[in-house]
Nanobody, 122 residues
Framework: LQLVESGGGSVQAGGSLRLSCAAY????????MGWFRQAPGKEREKIAT?????????VDSVKGRFTVSQDKGENTLRLWLQMDNLQPEDTGVYYC???????????????WGQGTQVTVSS
């Protein structure tokens, strides 16, 4: 399984970005895909997840602003994170990750992308 993120960049506060994560070689029927954020000097934080049933969850700080979605192909899964009304505190490296359950914290996820930088200026 290979995860490849894209779509990061720099925006002003109030702006939007859409992140993408392509999961190549995906063969699982039951899975969880997650978006994580790591701000400078802080631990990696789980911010949004979506599982094989389409159930989503969000950390409180992004509820109402971020939306996670997915498109399933035969051997490829694509994950999206639409981020609206971005704020400076959303700055960090964003990672997608995959494992069997969504209740794992970051150390429990076994597959990771390389990360993409998001910078929000005030």
């Amino acid at each position: 399984l290979q995860l490849v993120e894209s779509g990061g960049g720099s925006v002003q506060a109030g702006g939007s970005l859409r992140l993408s994560c392509a999961a190549y070689g995906y063969t699982y029927n039951t899975y969880c895909m997650g978006w994580f954020r790591q701000a400078p000097g802080k631990e990696r934080e789980k911010i949004a997840t979506i599982d094989s049933t389409g159930t989503t969850s969000y950390v409180d700080s992004v509820k109402g602003r971020f939306t996670v979605s997915q498109d399933k192909g035969e051997n490829t899964l694509r994950l999206w994170l639409q981020m609206d009304n971005l704020q400076p505190e959303d700055t960090g490296v964003y990672y997608c990750a995959s494992d069997s359950r969504c209740d794992y914290l970051a150390p429990g996820f076994g597959h990771w992308g390389q990360g993409t930088q998001v910078t929000v200026s005030s």
